[in-house]
């Protein structure tokens, strides 16, 4: 097995692991995560049934796919995706999230392949997917072009990479920090660092420097007095995510 060098931080990974066990209480400490996922699943299974001509009124619309979740976390997005007829592979630098990842989608009745690994080891092995959710990671990278490279080597070509991160600007730092870690307190005091947020025009580049062609980019959008969050076309200001190919 080749080993790959890793854009793993340390300090990035010993906060999701004093976490792990929380994934799955939608009261926790991954509260805005739970409120986010019907959103982000929107956008995501939109995109992949638009790219792969997949029907999403049929049973099982990805099957035959191969599906990475880098930073699969608690196994949000996995246990969606392998709903949806999907081979899912959930991959995490975060050893604590592995078990229990895996123990919920036992409870689930799901086959997922878990793996506590990193995307670089990943590629460096000549992985490959269909598909590559990368979501809420790249700002917790050390090196975002060296792990968005990564990114492009674990797609087939055709492929379809998914990401979405936070904005660097005033507003984010107020709703994204002081709001979510301090005010509201759904998140703990730390989770992010204000230095690396990324702008939508700075992610273009550098996924375009990995060798992928961005093809879309919508914001996730939080209304308070609603409770919810939405897609939106034209504010990108706090959350946001992006849509890119890998060239045939």
């Known amino acids: 097995m080749q080993t790959a060098q890793s854009t793993v931080d340390a300090g990035e990974i010993a906060k999701f692991e004093a976490m792990a066990a929380e994934w799955?209480?939608?009261?926790?400490?991954?509260?805005?995560?739970?409120?986010?996922?019907?959103c982000r699943l929107d956008y995501i299974t939109s995109q992949i049934a638009g790219e792969f001509d997949r029907d999403l009124?049929?049973?099982?619309?990805?099957?035959?796919?191969?599906?990475?979740?880098?930073?699969?976390?608690?196994?949000?997005?996995?246990?969606?995706?392998?709903r949806l007829g999907a081979t899912v592979v959930g991959a995490?630098?975060?050893?604590?999230?592995?078990?229990?990842?895996?123990?919920?989608?036992?409870?689930?009745?799901?086959?997922i392949d878990y793996r506590h690994t990193t995307?670089?080891?990943?590629?460096?092995?000549?992985?490959?997917?269909?598909?590559?959710?990368?979501?809420?990671?790249?700002?917790?990278?050390?090196?975002?072009?060296d792990y968005l490279r990564a990114c492009h080597d674990l797609l087939k070509p055709g492929g379809l990479h998914i990401?979405?991160?936070i904005n660097r600007?005033?507003?984010s730092f107020m709703m994204a920090i002081v709001g979510a870690e301090h005010i509201m307190r759904w998140l703990p005091k730390g989770t992010h660092e204000w230095s690396k947020f990324i702008t939508p025009d700075e992610l273009f580049a550098l996924i375009r420097d990995a060798g992928m062609e961005p093809v879309d980019r919508k914001g996730f959008v939080f209304n308070p007095i609603a409770w919810s969050w939405s897609l939106s076309d034209k504010d990108l200001s706090v959350n946001y995510v992006t849509a890119s190919l890998k060239p045939a």
């Open 163 to 165: 990401c979405s991160t």
């Open 92 to 111: 995490d630098a975060a050893a604590g999230n592995i078990p229990v990842a895996q123990v919920h989608a036992a409870q689930s009745g799901l086959e």
């Open 57 to 82: 009124t049929s049973e099982t619309p990805f099957k035959g796919l191969r599906i990475l979740d880098i930073g699969c976390g608690g196994g949000l997005l996995s246990e969606p995706m392998a």
């Open 24 to 38: 799955w209480d939608l009261n926790g400490k991954f509260k805005p995560l739970h409120m986010l996922n019907p």
């Open 119 to 145: 995307a670089e080891d990943m590629a460096a092995n000549g992985e490959q997917f269909d598909v590559v959710l990368n979501m809420e990671v790249v700002e917790h990278v050390a090196s975002p072009p």
């Open 169 to 171: 600007n005033p507003k």
